[in-house]
């Protein structure tokens, strides 16, 4: 299994999750998202043609909304940068390959580059219903947002793991000397 | 439009019932109508509806910044640690 960016030539017409929501965005938005706004981009896992899953992310911002200063937490009161995981599908036909813990180690990594490369404070995900304690079993926690959250509906639940949960878990998996 | 062109197309008669209802209602011209339906629909084909953009900003509460803080500050679970570590 290769997990690649979302090429236009790629036939997304076939893919079915089983969720009408995913399967809609793969087939008629991911290409537009990423190709002419830009704002988002897909990567998909793929075993030759065959789409076997995708998952969209795109940069956003964590921003705390203002409050006096002696209520302040310690995160930054300015916009930190943070990768934000908005879907995540697999094809009904890969069931049990392990497509989605593929698409989601992918993601962790890119944010790992992103925050060498330009900064992350973590990742956040869009879970959808029924997805809460498959993101939870990684450390996803649920959180709740004053401003920015999905236009999905059902609405899903976002979930933040944070950066430094992610870098102990890669230092707690090398082997020890 | 400078140049106008004329196209026919086959619709159903339940439309073309709407059409004509609205045509007298309103009194605007059948074509124009027509091409002001076409014009709106190719531009809505074009745009990304609300529901599949992605938020860039995302505001917390000052207690949710503090409980993710809380949460940065802990363990990795052994299933996390075993995602990370599975290599390419």
């Given amino acids: ?177 | 439009m400078a140049t106008e062109v004329q196209i026919s197309a086959s619709i159903s008669r339940e439309v073309k019932e709407l059409l004509e209802k609205r045509t007298r209602a309103t009194g605007v011209k059948k074509g124009h109508l027509v091409e002001q339906a076409l014009l709106h629909h190719l531009i809505a084909l074009d745009a990304l509806p609300d529901d599949v953009l992605v938020r860039p900003r995302v505001v917390i509460s000052s207690e949710t910044a503090a409980k993710i803080e809380a949460h940065a500050s802990g363990e990795p679970s052994q299933a996390l640690v075993a995602l990370m570590g599975r290599g390419d």
Avoid: W
């Fill in chain 1, 1 to 177: 299994m290769e997990i690649r960016l979302l090429r236009e030539s790629d036939a997304r017409g076939s893919f079915s999750s089983g969720d009408d929501d995913l399967d809609r965005f793969f087939h008629q938005y991911a290409g537009q998202n990423q190709f002419k706004h830009h704002i988002g981009v897909t990567y998909v896992a793929v075993e030759g043609t065959r789409l076997l899953g995708y998952v969209t992310v795109a940069a956003a911002q964590l921003d705390v909304e203002h409050v006096p200063r002696k209520q302040r937490s310690k995160l930054p009161q300015y916009p930190v940068p943070v990768l934000r995981l908005a879907r995540l599908a697999r094809d009904k036909s890969a069931e049990g390959l392990g497509v989605g813990e593929a698409l989601l180690f992918h993601v962790l990594r890119l944010a790992l580059r992103m925050a060498r490369d330009y900064g992350c404070y973590g990742v956040l995900v869009d879970a959808k219903a029924g997805k809460v304690s498959y993101y939870a079993r990684y450390d996803f926690e649920v959180i709740e947002i004053e401003e920015g959250e999905s236009g999905t509906r059902p609405r899903p639940t976002p979930m933040f793991l944070p950066l430094k949960l992610i870098i102990a878990a890669v230092e707690r998996s090398l082997p020890k000397e």
